[in-house]
């Protein structure tokens, strides 16, 4: 098992947050939902670091887990969406772990 599934294992499970390098950049993610797609594993999180237009509402990214590097908890806890549900993006997603 790879540390970062580990890592945003214990995250959902703790609603806490993560840091990583994803594509060369560092990001903070609150991770909602963990699910697998064709054998691959990938997380739905808040990118904390996006900038949302007033009339948006902050919806979760899915982040593929495989492009998430030095990914490390962060003691800080958040509330998920209101408008969050725990069902996969897509119908033939699997979950692995929800908040």
């Known amino acids: ?19 990583a390098q ?7 993610l609150a991770p909602h ?3 697998e797609r ?7 999180a808040l990118n904390l670091g996006k900038t949302w237009r ?3 509402e902050p919806r979760l990214g899915q982040f ?7 990914t490390r908890l962060i003691e800080e806890e958040f ?6 549900s725990p069902e996969p993006p897509r119908e033939t997603d699997v979950a ?4």
Do not use: C, Q, W
């Not at 064709?38 to 739905?44: P, S, T």
């Not at 509330?79 to 969050?84: I, Q």
């Not at 692995?96 to 908040?99: E, G, M, Q, Y």
């Open 1 to 19: 098992m790879s540390d970062a599934r580990l890592t945003l294992l214990e995250a959902i499970s703790r609603r806490m947050l993560v840091e």
């Open 22 to 28: 994803y594509n060369g950049a560092t990001i903070r």
């Open 33 to 35: 939902l963990m699910f």
């Open 38 to 44: 064709h054998g691959d594993l990938f997380v739905a």
């Open 54 to 56: 007033s009339d948006e």
């Open 64 to 70: 593929k887990l495989a492009g998430l590097n030095d």
């Open 79 to 84: 509330e998920p969406l209101p408008s969050y």
């Open 96 to 99: 692995v772990l929800s908040v």
